[in-house]
């Protein structure tokens, strides 16, 4: 976890926007989210790079990052497992996703999907798509 000097007003949910794969996992999202509580920001937008500069550029094009209206930053699986928690209609998942003792499964699952993102769902849009 890392910590921003950026504290957005939403948890800012920040994502691949030129990737299929991830458009479609946000599009999930933005359903679970009733309550409108979270920002969706691509990676590429260029407040970014202004907003959350402790948030290397090739460390974004790797996972998710979910950052909190307190600035705190989770990445990966920790994000997933942080949304879980947040959006009820994901609450169900957050019961297998928080077993004590499973991050670590949840963080391998989750690194071996991002890595093999292009091939699961394709080349993005642009053809610029490159994975660290």
Known sequence: ???????????TVLYDGRCRFCRSQIAILRR???TGGLQFTSL???SVAV?????????????MYV?????????????????SRTLPLLWPAAVLLH???SLPLWKSLYAFVARHRLKIAGSCDDG?????
């Open 32 to 34: 679970c989210d009733l």
């Open 99 to 101: 077993v004590p003792g």
């Open 44 to 46: 590429h937008d260029p």
């Open 67 to 83: 950052v909190t209206r307190r600035g705190q930053a989770r990445g990966g699986a920790e994000a997933v497992r942080y949304l």
């Open 51 to 63: 907003d959350f500069p402790e948030l290397a550029y090739d460390d974004l094009l790797q996972q």
């Open 128 to 132: 610029t798509c490159r994975i660290p």
């Open 1 to 11: 976890m890392v910590t921003t000097a950026h504290h957005p007003d939403r948890d």
